[in-house]
């Protein structure tokens, strides 16, 4: 994504590689102005500000020259068990994890968005901006010291801090692709499928966005996704990250 | 009927597939192709790995069987499925266990996905790289 093509450019020489991953079964032509957007100047502000981006620093905007890869069937979430986008994980040089699945500086600010305006009051966007900068000051931190670095983890630290996957959520994957592959076949079935996942999963937001998305475009962050959100009450849609700072 | 077959990261068509009571059943023929299992005289093998049948179905499932009940095996397994039997459409992934087990090693799974222009790359490829994997959709 634009976004993170700053953080690359600065390290991309120092054995450092960002591998991005769009979890989005409309396939390329769904998620080509994301990626490589055919007018950079007017990649929303507003999605900007949601995620927390300040374009004074990462959030400089440039073409990705990174790999940029598609998983139309959510393989992806399945491996590491995701229920959420977006989710940054660290892994070093013997591919071992050192951070496990986190919200990679996105936050909880988002909330707070006018829905009528699409705007978010100005504390809210710093509120977003300090929870990203944290999280890419942490990951360069990462990046120059490796495993020094205070923010990197231990296998048994990891292990406490990604869940496994349960009989359930195996069965929901299962009727998650399952769903996919009749979508792409034109059939009209896939939505039971689709519902079944989320019934067995329904604290997979990936699911039910997905699946909203491919029965309508732009529902995904529709009134459905809104009032999903505020049932949440006091819990979080982002669960913040740790960086024992 | 035709049954397509999604086999953890496999993906085939079966012709000669017929489904009952929800389950799938495929010529013995076809087991190969299909999931990369296939029935030796210890039981069902893939490369040097066994998996004993239960005596419950040895009379019916031996090398020389026409048919082989795949909703069965991946029991068996523990794996989960999931099929439309009014399509044919298939789906058998992993053991939870098996996820699970990966991800308690703190190892970062490996996959192998598609750019924008269709070149394929994978983790394992950037291996004496430090890497950050970035998730996140259109949606």
Known sequence: LPVWQALYEKYQDRNFVIISIALDTGGPDTVREWIRPSNLAAYPKVILDMMGWDESESGRLALPTYPS????????????????????????????????????????????????????????????????????????????????????????????????????????????????????????????????????????????????????????????????????????????????? | MPATIIYKDRTSVVERAWAAKGELLLPTAELKRATGWELRSAGACQDDMCVAIPPSWAEDVTPDSTSFNLSSFARLLGQAAAGDEESGVWVFGEAAADRSKLLDSAEAPDFQLPDLDGNLHSLAEHRGKKVFLYTWASW
Request: proline fraction near 6%.
């Open chain 1, 69 to 245: 890869l598609i998983d139309q069937t959510h393989l992806v979430a399945e491996l590491y068990n995701l229920v959420n986008v977006p989710m940054g994980i660290w892994i070093d040089e013997v591919g071992r994890m050192v951070r496990p699945p986190e919200p990679a500086g996105a936050s909880d600010a988002f909330r707070s968005l006018d829905r009528a305006t699409f705007r978010m009051p100005g504390e809210a966007v710093q509120a977003a901006r300090l929870s990203r900068s944290r999280y890419v000051a942490a990951l360069c931190d990462w990046i120059e010291n490796g495993a020094a670095s205070r923010y990197a983890l231990s296998p048994e630290e990891i292990r406490g801090q990604i869940a496994d996957t349960t009989e359930q959520d195996a069965l929901a994957a299962a009727n998650f692709r399952l769903a996919i592959e009749l979508r792409q076949k034109g059939l009209n079935s896939a939505n039971r499928y689709f519902a079944e996942a989320i019934r067995l999963r329904p604290d997979s937001w990936s699911y039910k966005r997905q699946s909203w998305e491919l029965e309508q475009a732009g529902k995904a962050a529709g009134p459905e996704f809104w009032s999903a959100v505020d049932a949440l009450g006091d819990k979080p849609y982002y669960q913040p990250v740790d960086l024992r700072d």
